[in-house]
C-alpha cells in the first residue's frame, strides 16, 4: 500500500522506519512479502505512477541492508512480473537506487536474464545506463 500511496518525500522517512524493523523480522517475511507488489506492479502502476521507482528503491534499500541479494528477481519473484512487468528494467532502476555501488558481473547477468522482447537489443550495460527513477 505504501508503495502505491507515497509521494517521492516520503522515501526517506520510510527507510529510517525500515531500518529500524528489518532487524526485528524472519529473513523470510521480507521476499514473501514481496511477492504481490512485484505480481501486480503492472496494475498497481496505472493507478500509481510512481509505484515502480518507489518499490525499486525498496528493493534497493533491502539489498543495500543485506536483507535481500539482487538475484530475489530471478530466484523468487512472481513469472508474471518476470515474463510481463519490464523486470530488467525494473533491476536496472534498483541498481540506479544503490548509488554507492557499482553493477556486479552478477548484477549484469540478471539484468540480461530478465530481458525480453520488450527490451529490444539493447545490452545490460545500456539498460542499466539508462535506467531512471
Keep these: 500500500c505504501f508503495v502505491k500511496e507515497a509521494k517521492k518525500g516520503d522515501l526517506p522517512k520510510f527507510f529510517t522506519l525500515l531500518r ?3 532487524p526485528k523480522l524472519a529473513p523470510a517475511t521480507i521476499p514473501n512479502a514481496l511477492q504481490d507488489p512485484l505480481e501486480f506492479l503492472n496494475d498497481i502502476e496505472l493507478d500509481a505512477p510512481l509505484a515502480r521507482s518507489h518499490l525499486a528503491q525498496i528493493v534497493g534499500e533491502l539489498i543495500t ?4 541479494q539482487m538475484d530475489i528477481l530471478t530466484k523468487n519473484s512472481p513469472d508474471y ?3 510481463e512487468s519490464k523486470a530488467a528494467t525494473f533491476a ?3 541498481l540506479k ?3 554507492d555501488r557499482d ?6 547477468a540478471i539484468v540480461e536474464s530478465l530481458k525480453t522482447e520488450k527490451d529490444g537489443d539493447a545490452t545490460a550495460q545500456e539498460l542499466i545506463a539508462a535506467a531512471v527513477l
Design 20 to 22: 529500524e524493523c528489518v
Design 65 to 68: 541492508l543485506n536483507v535481500i
Design 81 to 83: 512480473f518476470r515474463e
Design 92 to 94: 536496472c532502476k534498483v
Design 97 to 99: 537506487s544503490m548509488k
Design 103 to 108: 553493477p556486479t558481473p552478477e548484477d549484469i
